[in-house]
């Protein structure tokens, strides 16, 4: 359900025109199906699958068959005991022989079983290795995706800065037409209009170079910069920390796969412990050959039957190399429990950081909101103050930045909250839950 509808959203986004509306579920979506590394690890994926086998863990037989054809061409010149004798010259001589061979190891001392249990736990680890590319994926897409939004909002914001920086240049020109203000006035107002142009222009390319690298996340690089984003800075209620450390600690892909690999080193040991075990093969074997010769004692001998029977094996002594290949395995073992362990205590640090950053940032979004709201009822008296001509320039231009300034923290702050609320689900893991709930 979930796939198809990832399909559905990156076909779409797709087909949209290049002057479209993208939403972050779209962007996303195409993520999903695009993303180069999310295609690497689904390929590392699909190998570890195809590894896990009955007949890789040396569950199944093997059967080979084997087939020759030959001719001698060769002088001889024989000598019997009774004293005749026979000369050729250019004899030939025709063989041919083929056989058919099953061995099947009927014990090992339990090895197979250790190493089929291995093979699943690797493509276990796999899954939380694609798992965790995704998850990623996910994150630096929305990341991507919001920050690309918060400049274009800051757009925005200049181009109504800039249509208030016009009027107030047709305002101080009137003015100066009519002798009620001076000419350094209407070159102020003509000055600060062209720096606000310029700031235009040049956040113009900055949300050009976030839409390449947004462009870039999504494998289109054939695609131009001619889309608008979806500005939704909703916020989810953040779960209590202790909430968010319990999921981290359960679902952080990358933890659980830290975990599978301590898994995968300690059945590497009991691999290597059960091959100090005698094994046991049942062999069965067909073979046919024929021979035809122009000289020798033979001139023709064929022969065909079946063979079977069990062969046992031991090593007894092999210089020490398999303890030490135990030794090593159960140091490699203990060093992934410690590594377990020191990420599973960084993921916990790194979630109480992530969840302080979000709690404040939504606090912080709130009193920037209020002082916005502050700042434009100022902007809007400092310039109603200016067109009766009860204040100057001045006053006008430190209201209109003091306004600018505030919406742009306002802007800077939500974005904030919202980042540090998706670096909040990546870390518990809660990340692509989300997604599937928005596809259902």
Known sequence: MIRFFLLFLSTSLIAQETDS??????????????????????????????????????FLPTIELNGTAGKTVQDTELLFANGDGQSRTGAVSTSYNA???????????????????RLEEIQRSNQYL?????????????????NT????????????????SEERVKISQDKYEVGKASKLEFLQAQVDYNADQSAYVKQKEIISVRKFQLIEFLALQERDVNFKLDYNYELEGAPTEDEVIDAALHNNPDLNYLNS?????????????????????????????????????????QSNGVNYGLTARMTLFDGFNQKRSIQNARIQAESSQVVYEQARSQLTTAVRSAHLTYMNSVELADLERQNLEVAQENEEIALERYRIGKSNPLELRE????????E??????????????????????????????SAQ
């Open 149 to 164: 939004a918060l400049e274009q909002e800051r757009l925005a914001l200049l181009e109504n800065t800039l249509k208030l």
């Open 399 to 406: 209201a209109q930045n003091n306004r600018l300034n505030a």
């Open 99 to 117: 056989s058919a061979g099953l061995t099947w190891t009927l014990f090992d001392g339990l090895k197979m079983f250790a190493t089929k249990d």
């Open 261 to 301: 690999s301590r898994e995968v080193a300690l059945l590497s040991k009991i691999e290597l412990e059960r091959q100090q075990w005698p094994s046991l093969d049942f062999n069965l074997g067909y073979s046919y050959s024929n021979l035809n010769a122009e000289a020798g004692f033979l001139q023709s001998n």
């Open 130 to 146: 694609f798992r965790s590319q995704l998850q990623t994926t996910v994150s630096d897409v929305m990341k991507a995706y919001y």
């Open 21 to 58: 509306l993208w939403t972050v579920e779209e962007v996303v979506g195409l993520a999903l199906e695009q993303n180069y590394d999310i295609r690497l690890e689904r390929n590392n994926l699909s190998i570890a699958e195809n590894n896990n086998t009955l007949g890789n863990a040396g």
């Open 408 to 437: 742009v923290r306002y802007l800077e702050a939500r974005n904030t909250a919202k980042i540090a609320e998706i670096e909040l689900k990546r870390l518990s893991g809660l990340l692509l839950e989300q997604d599937s709930q």
